[in-house]
């Protein structure tokens, strides 16, 4: 589900576009994080890291969690996929069991895969284009039936392109989460016409990375309640 569609227009065409809802997304790096502070300064979401593969749960996802539903703040979980060492389904499946869920309160963002560039090999993982393709089916189908709702995707415009050969299977129903510093937009793969949400600088105030919703306070909570 797409809903900032005032802001598609101008992403599509190029223009710049920093306005939209501030937010960030944080991991274990993070050990201490003031969410009340971010709210107080504008935060209204924060993207928080749950699981890698299938044997790495993130040992600051509950203290995490339970601090910025306290600060009001919209909060998810995400997953740091390893298309190499288990199956999207498998890997789905443990993201669920370990704080990927998703319910339709309005404080709730559906579960992010992280797809990106492996930290410890091959940038594709080893998989061809249509491979990996099937592998994020795999994730998001397994993940759709268990909560409804598709993942959001999380990538680079290099990475997409290179690893699922710009795939566009995914442009229609699975929220964009695109990942790319600069001050606008160049590059929106893979057939999506627009981000959801942009991660636009590697730092924020508060911890983690900087991350914009693009639309209003109220879209993103129609967008969390599905």
């Known amino acids: 589900m797409k809903t900032a569609i005032g802001f598609a227009v101008a992403i599509a065409a190029g223009a ?10 944080i991991s274990s790096y993070q050990g201490t994080v003031d969410f009340a502070g971010a709210y107080k300064s504008g935060a209204r979401f924060v993207i928080i890291k749950a699981t890698e ?7 600051s996802f509950s203290s995490h969690y339970d601090g910025a539903t306290s600060a009001k703040l919209i909060r998810g979980g995400y997953h740091f996929a ?7 389904a498998t890997q789905a499946e443990y993201f669920l069991a370990h704080g990927g869920g998703w319910t339709n ?5 559906p579960g992010m895969v992280d797809l990106e560039y492996n930290p410890s090999g091959s940038t594709c993982y080893g998989l061809s284009a249509s491979e990996m393709v099937s592998w994020i089916k ?9 909560t409804g709702r598709p993942p959001m995707i999380y990538t680079t ?16 129903d699975y929220p964009l ?9 160049s590059t929106v793969p893979g057939g999506w016409s627009f981000q959801d949400f942009w991660q636009n600088a590697d730092s924020y105030t508060y911890g983690g990375d900087s991350d914009i919703w693009n639309g209003t306070e109220d879209e993103l909570v129609t967008f969390a309640k599905g």
């Open 16 to 25: 710049a576009r920093a306005s939209g809802v501030q937010g960030f997304d």
């Open 53 to 59: 593969g299938t044997d790495y749960i993130d040992s």
């Open 82 to 88: 390893h298309p190499d060492s288990s199956s999207g």
């Open 105 to 109: 309160d309005g404080q709730t963002l």
């Open 138 to 146: 795999d994730f998001g189908d397994t993940y759709k039936s268990k």
């Open 157 to 172: 415009a290099d990475w997409w392109k290179s690893c699922t050969g710009d795939s566009t299977a995914f442009s229609s």
């Open 177 to 185: 989460v695109l990942a790319q510093y600069a001050s606008s937009i």
